[in-house]
């Protein structure tokens, strides 16, 4: 592992000529994402998650050290969950050591006070795919990627390569669940990809009734969508960085989530409300499958560029920000109104990456 990764002097990972080129680290093994979150690093009180996947810390969003790697307590089970075949898997390829135990402790590479144009924003599979329900909790969460060097150029060599070290994880027990666990086999990776991070971002959720209005009927006002013809509603949401149990740093809704109150179109927006030295703009919404490793040519016919599920996030790169709308339905199904869903920018955000297999 090189240690450089782990000061928390200022290192520039772009130059002002070339404002928020694309730098990057390579794709971690299957297992490093999902679950809960938990405490951010070098918090107080029980042992939480360890930082498993490489991060980039913008507007002074803290990321302490850990000074002791150590791996004293293997996991032996339950492997609820899990098939024969994954847990024989496991065993093979053992032992394994899960997050938040105390004894086990490891930090995979970061920097701090970063200058970052983000690659590719991550809304999730739920927003995109389900619509909320009235009175469910829903689940909100953002991740937000930054590719470290092009593909063509990524050494992945652990001591001579331009890439961030990573800790390989596996699910053991309860996948998809609240109680959720993956840990660490004491291996390494050298990756091209790492998570960015700030405080000042924030989340903000949005009711504009049966409908939402086209552009110029509805614009960016400082934090807030405003229109001249209609009210959006603010639904407060706590939304803050979390340590996820696959060891990644993201952005996510704490206290169960966001729950719903009434059906209808609401507009869910990520945005910074003040100066921030992170910028989305020209960031390409897209899945982790789609992006964590170099791409593979396809034929034009062969994508799926075009696709919309329940819901299509874009990035605008006016405001610096991106927002998703979505329909709130009641459980039986039935929608709020017959409102139409905006149309979207052209652009290929939301899209699915057609040069990706």
Known sequence: MKTLMHTTGRVV???????????VWAAPPEGAGGGGGNRPPGGEGVQGNNLSFPALSVDGYPINAITTTQFTVPYTGPY??????????????????????????????????QTVAVTYVDWGDVIESVNPKVGRPFRVEVQLYKLLNEWSEFNPDPDTGNGMTGYVMAMLANPSSPDEVQGNNTLTYEGNLATVVSNEWKLRIQRCGDAI?????????????????ITCTDDPISFAVELNVGGKLIYGASTGGWKVNS???????????????????????????????????????????????????VVDDVNNLSYVDVLAVTSGGGGGGGGKKPTLPKSNNGKKLGHYK
């Open 213 to 229: 209005p086209e552009a110029p009927d509805l614009y960016w006002n400082v934090d807030r969508w405003v229109s001249p013809t």
């Open 80 to 113: 609820t969950g899990l098939s024969a075949e994954e847990i024989a898997a496991l065993e093979a390829s053992g032992p394994w050591y899960a997050q938040k135990t105390e004894g086990d402790t490891w930090q995979a590479d970061y920097l701090t006070d």
């Open 263 to 313: 059906a209808g179109w609401y507009r869910i927006t990520f945005y910074s409300p003040q100066t921030t030295n992170m910028s989305l703009v020209g960031a390409t919404v897209a899945n982790y499958d789609d992006f964590k490793a170099a791409p593979e040519p396809v034929l034009e016919a062969e994508s799926e560029e075009g696709d919309e599920g329940a819901a299509t996030p």
């Open 13 to 23: 990972l772009v130059s002002c000529a070339a404002l928020f080129s694309a730098l």
